[in-house]
């Protein structure tokens, strides 16, 4: 009994070293830039500079289905699947829309990238582009985000978009901020494109 309390312990330091370590890194990695525009109660608005992405489109109907067949191919060419064999940084967050025809999956790429000095993608279905500049409407929520919770926080945006009497439009987002293997302080946020104009 006494051993198994000893390894016991044992396991749970060595657990909390390793998520307490996973959490130091991931404030390391470059996050996409934004600025804050309006708070409200259950979401924010912000503006979005243009920004550089790395794209995989895909008929899945599902975030588990998108993420488990783009984030290979994505990674593929971070980590070397490119023209240089070049290491690309990994950024956050990983941009995810379910649509009714095509879905998509993107990394934003690290700000000293863009469409000119990038490498090119040696898997012909990544797709390097420029976003245009934006404003959005953002929730944010914790935890391990599953399917019905992504829907229900979409559906919680709305709900507080119509109460402000602010329009939106296109499909609703979920970016993701985390490693799977990441247990505490998980970041998950589902954002829309909004029709608002700050002077």
Known sequence: ???????????????VIIQTYIAMASTKTETQLYEVIRTEKDFEIRHYPAATFAT????????????????????????????EEKQIAMTSPVHMAINDSVSTMSFVMPS??????LPKPK??????????????AAIKFGGYATESEINEQAQKLAEALKKASISYYGHFRFLAYNAPYQIFNRRNEVIISVNLKMN
């Open 1 to 15: 009994m006494k051993t198994f309390l000893i390894i016991s312990s044992i396991i749970i330091i060595i657990f």
């Open 56 to 83: 995989i489109s895909s008929k899945a109907i599902t975030y588990k289905e998108l993420g488990s067949s783009g984030f290979r191919k994505l990674a593929g060419f971070i980590f070397g699947g490119n023209s």
């Open 112 to 117: 000293n990238y863009n469409e000119t000095n």
């Open 123 to 136: 898997n012909s279905e990544v797709m390097i582009s420029t976003s245009a500049e934006e404003y959005v």
